[in-house]
């Protein structure tokens, strides 16, 4: 099935760096893919998506873009906050019983 | 719209007890999934519906069953508890096949002693 690869954590940034998070996927064809965040004791929600090659998501001043030349869709901000702390998971689409997430990238901000 | 909701938001198991853990959306969403989210690890599948009679079994489905005879509603039942167990359970659901944009219920945290 379709999975990703994202890279491990933690991540421990000051305020106002820039923020990368690696995921690369590997699947049949170009699959929609989403970036999701977890905020401390609460549930994932979408942070962003793109639903095919060449296509940039972006929300709250996150990116990513979907390259297919490097099966890449890699998560970035320009000026993180303290408020950016969290879990960033990369999942990709479509649904099925063997559809991985990315193994969650733990982002502290200190200000 | 409530989304996805999940019931009881903690419970503390014995070794050996059962329970159902429940998920409930008003979406009218097709597809819906049951998580377990260990302690400072990632998402893992159990289970996975693509619609009302019809479920799958995902990464780890060991000592879980579930069911859905309704679109809304997908419960999770544990059956003899164990501390493998112990985890945060989330289900959410989706509408689209391919487009697979998933919304998350809140959570269930579980501890088996």
């Known amino acids: 099935g379709d999975s990703v690869t994202q890279m491990e954590g933690p991540v421990t940034l000051s305020e106002e760096a820039f923020l990368t998070i690696n995921c690369t996927y590997t699947?049949?064809?170009?699959?929609?893919l989403f970036w999701y965040v977890q905020y401390p004791g609460e549930g994932l929600q979408l942070l962003l998506k793109a639903t095919k090659a060449d296509d940039k998501g972006s929300n709250k001043g996150f990116e990513a873009t979907y390259r297919k030349e490097t099966t890449s869709f890699h998560l970035e901000k320009g000026s993180v906050q303290v408020s950016d702390s969290a879990v960033y998971f990369c999942?990709?689409?479509?649904?099925?019983?063997?559809?991985?997430f990315g193994a969650g990238t733990r982002l502290t901000v200190k200000p | 719209n409530a989304g996805v909701t999940q019931t009881p938001k903690f419970r503390i198991l014995k070794i050996g007890q059962s329970m159902t853990l429940q998920c409930a959306q008003d979406m009218n969403h097709n597809y819906m999934y049951w998580y377990r989210q260990d302690p400072g690890m990632g998402l893992k599948l159990i289970y996975y519906s693509v619609g009302a009679g019809i479920t799958d079994k995902g990464e780890v489905p060991n000592g879980y069953n579930v069911s859905r005879s309704t679109t809304e509603d997908f419960p999770l039942r544990l059956e003899l508890a164990a501390p493998s167990q112990t985890s945060v359970y989330f289900c959410a659901s989706s509408y689209s096949q391919l487009l697979n944009e998933q919304f998350f219920g809140p959570g269930t945290r579980l501890t088996v002693l």
């Open positions: 699947a049949t064809g170009y699959p929609s």
């Open positions: 999942a990709p689409g479509p649904a099925s019983n063997d559809m991985r």
